[in-house]
């Protein structure tokens, strides 16, 4: 746990917006999930971040032409970057890799991007939402109050995914989260000794705009039109974790006297299915889906048996149940509370039969609306803000480290404390506190020793931006003055001009000469050697008449100071020439011609 989180345990917290981290994309996927439904709601009241899916898995190449479409839509939804829908509902696609190897790459550079998002949106003291587990490096990173993990779906049964990797992310979010939110009452009963505080939020519905479409039975969509009835209609994405595609075929084949209209996307191989009474009408928007559902006779869910399912609460059971078509579905433990009111059946002869019979027995749809109208989504996020109003009221529980699910992030392993010292340097093991720069020599607090200094060599000019001999330094030279020297007493000593040979001057032991840099001037911070042998010390000659320091000049006499010296330079680089003999072009040559002829 990072020392900010430390320092706000045992304290009522407070924060200014949430940052969730989805498990769709806004503008590719079903706007129907539970996050995207949750946070709109909580929109209307306070600034959300809408982060899209970071992915658990890197699209394969050899998956149906499918990795394509999969770069090319993720591209497109970076290029939007950071937008906002409604109210304060903000949207945001961070540049992230999925997969194992992509979160080793990018995962680095996450964090920044959604803290800056957040503060454009207004979100400086954050609850962190998690619902993809790819966002698990992201607990100890965005200074998040509270941290509520969305456990609706078992995406370490996701196909393609890498299961142990999202495993250690699901474990680690379980034990950090200060909340977890289950869908489904065996998976909460399954996992209630791993978290420490657990809620139960069913799936809600729109029961307003899907009983409505239902009742009121508007016009058929246009890409329905054609469809013959009766009609057996499927909304969802055709997944193979989810929808089984052997059983689809089998009733379809079996009743081939209906429609099968199946609207969502569809991952299954290219010509899965041939069958000429079965239609594909493709993604379709979420505002159309109560339409296509009012404009079928009977409403089927052929899930599989998998683990994802097992665990699942599925929107559509309530969405059909809403709009009062017959349903028909395989069993699977969601259906607890409902199985009343649907038909179920496992094998692909008694799904058909339940299909005929559906179709042929009049269905009374009120019992169903009636089920489910108090379980609307407005009433699910009530529950879910007067949960965390609560959990914020309470001090924050200090965090139990987990060997398991530890999963550093790379910033996380930047802002760590660093490693001892002993570590870094061996012979710091015998200081007795903290590793120091050594001691100054004693010399230096003594009365300086005056050496005499003679000149041997011509020293280089002065460039122009440093200080004449008795000019203090301009403010702007000391802020680019980042070296300082070390800590030693120091005795001032003004130059009266820059030396020539022969001349000599004062110069106190421990302080750097004008002709040579002493090998201990290193960056600021760094540890200097100061065992280096002092430098030679020659016999004291006799002192020379000392001269007064020169007052400090005026910018105006620098610069005029300044500009002699560059004209001295010039005239003493031409020597005595004449000035004719510098030009150049035929009047140059002309002038030099004559000049000669004149001293010959």
């Known amino acids: 746990m990072s020392d900010s989180v430390r320092a706000r345990a045992g304290a009522a917290r407070t924060f200014d917006g949430i940052i969730c981290i989805g498990g769709s994309d806004w503008w590719y996927h079903n706007r129907g999930h539970f996050d995207l439904q949750i946070m709109r709601r909580i929109a209307r009241q306070m600034p959300v971040l809408y982060v899209n899916s970071l992915g658990v898995r890197m699209p394969g190449l050899t998956h149906n032409g499918q990795f394509a479409t999969r770069v090319s839509r993720k591209i497109k939804s970076l290029k939007r970057g950071l937008v906002n829908v409604e109210n304060k509902f903000c949207v945001f696609s961070p540049m992230m890799v999925p997969g194992g190897i ?66 250690q992310q699901i474990t680690k979010l379980k034990a950090a989260a200060d909340l977890v939110i289950y869908a489904a009452e065996h998976l909460q009963n399954e996992e209630a000794h791993e978290v420490p505080r657990s809620m139960l939020v069913s799936h809600g519905v729109d029961f307003d705009t899907f009983s409505l479409a239902g009742k009121s039975k508007p016009r058929d969509p246009i890409d329905m039109v054609t469809f013959p009835r009766p009609r057996v209609g499927f909304v969802g994405s055709i997944d193979a974790h989810t929808f089984d595609p052997e059983l689809f075929l089998q009733v379809a084949a079996e009743v081939k006297e209906a429609s099968f209209v199946m609207a969502g996307a569809c991952s299954l191989p290219d010509g899965w299915c041939t069958l000429g009474n079965v239609k594909f009408l493709g993604r379709k928007p979420y505002e159309e889906v109560a339409r296509i559902m009012a404009a079928c006779d009977v409403l089927i869910m052929p899930w599989n048996d998998s683990a994802w399912i097992k665990a699942c609460n599925p929107i559509k059971l309530k969405e059909y149940l809403a709009v009062g078509r017959p349903i028909v579905t395989r069993d699977f ?41 108090a379980q609307t989504w407005d009433s699910k996020t009530a529950a879910v803000q007067a949960a965390i109003e609560q959990l914020m009221r309470e001090p924050r529980r200090q965090r139990a480290p987990t060997v398991a699910a530890s999963i550093p992030s790379p910033m996380s392993r930047a802002r760590a404390a660093p490693r001892p010292l002993t570590t870094l340097v061996p012979q710091a093991a015998a200081l007795p506190g903290p590793l120091q720069a050594p001691p100054i020599p004693q010399r230096a607090t003594q009365p300086p020793l005056r050496l005499r200094v003679r000149v041997t060599s011509k020293p280089r000019p002065r460039p122009l931006d440093m200080p004449l001999p008795g000019e203090a330094q301009r403010p702007d030279e000391l ?99 004449p000035w004719y003999q510098l030009g150049g072009g035929k009047a140059g040559k002309a002038a030099a011609r004559a000049g000669e002829r004149r001293r010959g």
């Not at 550079?109 to 003291?125: D, E, H, V």
């Not at 059946?345 to 489910?372: C, M, S, V």
């Not at 910018?555 to 005239?571: E, F, G, I, S, Y």
């Open 102 to 167: 992509g979160l080793k790459i990018s995962s680095w550079a996450l964090a920044p991007q959604i803290r800056m998002a957040a503060r454009r949106c207004g979100i400086n003291k954050p609850l962190l939402w998690v619902h993809c587990p790819a966002g698990a490096p992201l607990i100890d990173e965005l200074g998040a109050a509270a941290l509520v993990f969305q456990r609706t779906d078992r995406f370490e049964a996701f196909p393609e995914a890498d299961a142990k990797l999202v495993g």
């Open 479 to 577: 802020a680019l003055d980042r070296h300082p020297e070390p800590a030693l007493e120091h005795t001032e000593r003004h130059e009266p001009s820059a030396p020539t040979v022969g001349d000599t001057y004062d110069e106190p032991v421990g302080m750097a000469s004008p002709t040579e840099q002493r090998p201990d001037d290193e960056a600021d911070g760094s540890i200097r050697d100061h065992t280096a042998p002092p430098p030679e010390i020659r016999p004291p000659q006799p002192d020379a008449p000392k001269q007064q320091p020169q007052p400090a000049l005026t910018p105006q006499q620098r610069k005029r100071q300044q500009l002699n010296a560059v004209l001295d330079a010039a005239r003493e680089s031409v020597g005595k020439k």
């Open 333 to 373: 433990p969601a259906l607890d509370g409902f199985r009343d009111l649907v038909r179920s059946a496992d094998t692909a002869q008694d799904f058909a039969a339940a299909i005929r019979e559906a179709l042929a027995t009049p269905y009374d749809a009120e019992p169903g609306r009636i089920r489910i109208a």
